[in-house]
């Protein structure tokens, strides 16, 4: 299976192409872009100011001749922000409406602006003198950074795959129960992890400036900072990768400097995974290809966010609405076209219901507008398929612009856009809120407010949404 894992950080962009063959990954190309303002994606919830990046995107796509059709993401991003909690045992479902009630405690950003995942890190059984308690790794990500990454899947019409949380793949190095500290080193910056029993205890992004000497600086001020809060015992070991890692005169230095054990990372315990060059050059890369092991199944990828359509809000799948649009038109089309030409070929005449006989040249006008129409819906029909991908996140948009007390009750799929019928609602205001809510957005024309009374509740309400740029094909 070959794909591209793309390494999103503030300053740059660096993206891998991997060919992974059973628990084995070998990268195959890569580049990394500089200066293309990656966070403008937090800024503007979109990566459609930032046309430079969209650009080396698709030519490095083009370079490897576009035989990955899966994306992964790995975030270094400085507003990637992680906190690790302990509560009470919950059941799953418990824990879920625990965390959307109170998600915002543990976070001083407005949640409004972030997505939240979460991952089981330790569970500590019932015993005679202690409660069942779980530790959770909680992580939070900018919206725009998802919406971002879901923009640029669709541009260059990949697969989405898992999110990868930086600092959590790089403790992959070693043993979780172990103090290590991982200095990956790049062409202009460097970032360094220190973990303590499980957790990260630094993560810290730092420009390669000046000599060796300054370097070590840098990197003597974090371990200093982590034996401070430590009751002076040092960090045991720190492992170096990346650009440096074979610079040995920067490795002597950091040796003489630092009171930890300073060595380049060892890639033995690792080469089931991948070959010794890339995981020194690239380890972030192979360690986000290791197979997780979470409790409960559940580990962090916010793979519910980067979903094109969310699962709880929809009884169908996409591949299930495509196929049984596209068999059921398609299917009808050819079985009524069958019918007209074995009629024609038996009568030059028709005797209509009323028993008065029609001429055949008027209903073959009929019929032939009838088979007309059809036909268009045949082509449109081919048509969503081809835009799969921006029909599906359109669809997701939609979703995300209904109120939550509205339920979805069938949505259509239309060239021109997507007829949506809504149901339930308790209150009619909630109906204004939803027409609101799309009228801003700027995806559709403008919905015409109803006549509807105020408090009132409604069985059914139908929504006739057309996509903007009409007059040609909105979607393209």
């Known amino acids: 299976m ?11 962009l660096h993206i891998a192409f991997v060919k992974k063959n059973g628990k084995k990954s070998k990268v195959l190309a890569t580049n990394t872009y500089t200066d293309l303002m990656v966070s403008k994606m937090v800024e503007n919830y979109s990566l459609t ?5 969209n650009q080396v995107v698709d030519d490095f796509l083009t370079e490897t001749k576009r035989k990955g059709k899966e994306a992964e993401f790995i ?3 400085d507003k990637v922000i992680t906190r690790t909690i302990e509560i009470p045992y919950l059941k799953k479902r418990e824990l879920k409406e625990y965390l959307t009630h109170h998600i915002s405690d543990y976070f001083t950003v407005d949640m409004n602006d972030y997505y939240y995942d979460y991952t089981i890190v330790q569970e500590q059984k019932k015993s005679n003198n202690s409660k069942h308690l779980y530790q959770l790794k909680l992580v939070v990500v900018p919206r725009g950074v998802i919406a971002g990454i879901k923009q640029l899947l669709s541009t260059m019409h990949l697969k989405m795959g898992r999110i990868s949380i930086y600092p959590d793949i790089m403790q992959n190095l070693r043993k979780k129960d172990e103090a290590f500290g991982v ?3 790049g062409d202009q910056r460097s970032i360094l992890n220190i973990y303590d029993k499980g957790s990260t205890f630094i993560y810290a992004s730092f420009e390669n400036q000046g000599s060796h000497e300054e370097f070590c600086d840098e990197v003597e001020y974090f371990t200093d900072f982590y034996a401070s809060r430590h009751e002076g015992h040092p960090l045991e070991k720190l492992y170096v990768t990346g650009h440096l890692a074979e610079y040995d005169s920067l490795l ?3 040796n003489q400097r630092l009171t930890s054990r300073v060595e380049k990372v060892d890639p033995l315990p690792l080469k089931r995974y991948g070959n010794a060059e890339d995981i020194i050059a690239y380890p972030g890369v192979i360690l986000s290809q290791i197979p997780i092991k979470a409790i409960r199944g559940k580990s962090i990828d916010f793979s519910k966010e980067t979903a094109l359509v969310e699962k709880k ?3 169908f799948k996409p591949w299930q609405l495509f196929i049984l649009l596209s068999l059921g038109t398609v299917g009808w089309f050819v079985m009524y076209t069958d019918y007209l030409d074995h009629e024609m070929a038996l009568y030059d005449g028709i005797i209509a219901d009323d028993g008065t006989s029609q001429n055949y040249e008027v209903v073959l006008q009929a019929y032939e507008e009838e088979k007309a129409t059809l036909t268009s819906m045949s082509e449109s029909v081919d048509y969503i398929s081809s835009q799969e991908i921006a029909y599906l996140t359109r669809l997701d948009q939609v979703l995300g612009l209904v109120p939550s007390g509205v339920s979805v009750s069938t949505m259509r799929l239309e060239r021109k856009g997507i007829v949506l019928t809504l149901s339930n609602i308790s209150d009619t205001t909630l109906l204004i809120d939803t027409l609101i809510a799309f009228n801003q957005s700027g995806l559709y ?9 105020l408090n009132d509740a409604l069985d059914l309400f139908v929504l006739d949404l057309t996509f903007v740029n009409q007059g040609g094909d909105a979607l393209e």
């Open 2 to 12: 070959k794909k591209y894992v793309f390494t999103l950080k503030d300053d740059q």
């Open 49 to 53: 100011p930032v046309i430079k990046l």
């Open 75 to 77: 975030l270094a991003l």
């Open 183 to 185: 200095l990956d080193t």
């Open 252 to 254: 002597e230095i950091l």
């Open 313 to 315: 809000e929809r009884s």
């Open 445 to 453: 024309e403008p919905l015409a407010f109803e006549q509807v009374a």
